[in-house]
């Protein structure tokens, strides 16, 4: 019997942050977004790892229950700073007071991902260490004027004008942009029935 060829899934990023987009996108794979638009107020105290998992959970449930034969991922960030969830600052004084704290000291970024199809669901995350090097007040007000960055956890992107200011990461680099995209794959993999991960054509396959 002759074997069908592989169709790939519909695939729906449940998020409009355009750094996941394009992580998404260097996967090879072809998706589209849908906004869950879901309550984000969910908080789990003394545990950021909970908190981001919760996150991504409610992201993503909110858009597969709309789509339950679609391959679904959603994910939520945060920066925990002493011990202290670091989430997207409301305004410039805001920004500036985020980097500040982070200067010359070393944070964490975590990230939840969720991974949903025909019911079945998965729901990790991944944990970066970020070091910051000593940032002057001249540098944090130029960085926040010129980048805008406020619809980033931490009030940063690493991917912009704020990788100078790093002089240690220890973990995953794509985790601090917002989507791991390792970790992703694994859960994939977990997932889609037999084989089917590899069918999608992603980077990963191609090793070796």
Known sequence: MQQQPFVQPDIILASQSPRRQQLLSQMGLRFRVIASGADEDVYVPGDAAATVRALARLKGRAVAARYPAALVIAADTVVVYAGQILGKPADRR??????????????????????ALDGRELCQHEETAVVFGQLTAQEIAAYVH????????GAYGIQEQAAVFVQQLRGCYDNVMGLPLT?????????????????????YSKRG
Not at 94 to 115: D, I, K, N, P
Not at 146 to 153: E, L
């Open 94 to 115: 805001q920004a500036v007071q985020m980097l500040s704290r982070l200067s010359g000291s070393e944070h964490r970024v975590l990230t939840g991902v969720y991974v």
């Open 146 to 153: 010129a980048a805008s960055p406020f619809d980033k956890a």
């Open 183 to 203: 970790r992703l794959y694994q859960m994939m993999c977990q997932i889609l029935p037999g084989g089917q991960a590899q069918a999608l054509g992603l980077m």
